[in-house]
């Protein structure tokens, strides 16, 4: 960590963050929505370094939702080529800095050569353990909880096998921890179909900078307020239980 930053006294292991607002800061510059997605895309760089230097070890972004598909055509054929290009400018970098890519969501509904470059990715940092970034593109958290219960049914699970950890084990987020600290920016009070099931207890921080100007200064505020947080998980915080 840098020394112009006091070092944290908690880091949530996991940071999601909804990545929203990029079509109002393009707006509010009399620009298209997609030179919001390509300066929120320039953003993201800043906070994928910035969550190595605070000592953060998963970093999910939300990037696309089942619902995207329902924007103007050239919006969604927009985003799905920036997705593309990003892969082919970042992945050297990204590799060489230590980071492992992940991606939750369906990568059917792809076209077969973005799928193909999502999967090279996956594959070429599969070794990297500073950072896991795991992009949610194409991602709903219902349609996730609907894919899992398929799966168990074609498995053959039966009533009495069914758990908490069985199911979280059949969610495209198989072996990641739940977040701790879910970031939302432009303001907006919801979830958006984010990880529905792995956010029953993360904290949120939501604020209403919008995600292109959600840099490394505010994204260390939202952490320390997150070192602040009293985490009860339904029972009495530690100086309580102790008396
Ligand atoms: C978030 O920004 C990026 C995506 C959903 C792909 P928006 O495009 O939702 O921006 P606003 O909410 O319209 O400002
Ligand atoms: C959530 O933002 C999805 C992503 C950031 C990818 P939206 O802009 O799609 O969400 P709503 O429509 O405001 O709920
Ligand atoms: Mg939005």
Known sequence: MNSEYPPLTKVPHHVAIIMDGNGRWAAARGLPRLAGHKSGTENLRRIIRASVEFGVK????????????????????????????????????????????????????????????????????????????????????????????????????????????LVSSYLFTAGIPDPDLIIRTSGEMRISNFLIWQSAYSEWYVTRTLWPDFGREEYYQALVDYSHRDRRFGRLSECQGES
């Open 58 to 165: 998963v970093l999910t972004i939300y990037a696309f939702s089942t619902e995207n598909w329902g924007r103007p055509e050239d919006e969604v054929k927009g985003l799905m080529r920036i997705l593309e290009d990003v892969i082919d400018s970042e992945l050297d970098e990204l590799h060489r800095e230590g980071v492992r890519i992940l991606h939750i969501g369906q990568l059917e509904a792809m076209s077969p050569r973005l799928r193909q470059k999502v999967q090279q990715a996956i594959e070429i940092t599969r070794e990297n353990q500073r950072l896991i970034l795991c992009v949610a593109w194409n991602y709903g958290g219902r349609d996730e909880i609907v894919c899992a219960i398929r799966k168990m049914i074609e498995d053959g699970v039966r009533p009495e096998m069914v758990s908490d950890q």
